[in-house]
């Protein structure tokens, strides 16, 4: 595994994320309001980006592994590389909660720590101008993303009231009690993941001494 074919993987998946967001798109009709249907597909993308996030953590990971293989002449034995990475693939494969927490230990665990390279700049909506995403604001969000995909997979009667939605995002009072799944959340949810994506490998790119994918 090295960074071009971690690279390439997400973006295979998140590829199906925005063939579901097109398929939203077209289907709309003449009617106004909300569609059973599409609000599915709002969640179809959730659900997908969030596994392509968790996907791609483990290949880099991995790909973070092979690439710090010892060559000829090294002070780390390969027997000891053997045992570091043995344990630290066996992790790979437990990893099934990519939130913030568990994508630092994993990593960490290769040798590399991404969270400081979460940082950003957007816009910060209306009248507001650019702002600055901290690698907090990245935790947060995560973790956030994380909840509303185990509501999805899991079935629950109500979504979690999280300021990753727009429903409650952009309450003035109390948020809603099962927010809904806009097509607006599914397209960020979607950007959110492919930054960090792209934040964690540019950064692993230059720790491990290779080109960026």
Request: glycine letters at 10%; proline letters at 6%.
């Amino acid at each position: 595994m090295d960074l071009v074919e971690a690279k390439a993987g997400f973006e295979r998946a998140t590829k199906h994320c925005d063939n579901l967001i097109t398929v939203h798109r077209g289907h709309g009709g003449p009617g106004a309001g909300r569609r059973a249907e599409e609000v599915s597909l709002n969640r179809a993308v959730i659900v997908l980006t969030v596994a392509s996030w968790q996907s791609a953590v483990q290949d880099m990971t991995e790909a973070a592994l092979d690439l710090s293989a010892p060559g000829g002449g090294s002070p780390l034995s390969a027997q000891s590389y053997n045992v570091v990475a043995g344990r630290v693939r066996a992790e790979i494969g437990a990893f099934s909660t990519p939130n913030a927490q568990n994508t630092r230990k994993l990593m960490i665990a290769a040798g590399f720590d991404p969270r400081l390279l979460w940082t950003w700049q957007q816009r910060g909506g209306r009248g507001v101008g650019m702002i600055t995403k901290t690698p907090h604001d990245a935790d947060v969000r995560i973790d956030e993303w994380l909840k509303v995909r185990h509501a999805i997979a899991h079935g629950h009667a109500s979504m979690p009231q999280v300021t990753a939605l727009g429903a409650v995002r952009q309450v003035t009072g109390a948020p809603p009690v099962d927010p809904p799944i806009r097509l607006a959340d599914a397209e960020q949810c979607l950007t959110f993941f492919r930054r960090l994506t792209s934040l964690t490998l540019a950064g692993l790119a230059h720790h491990l001494g290779v080109p960026i994918p």
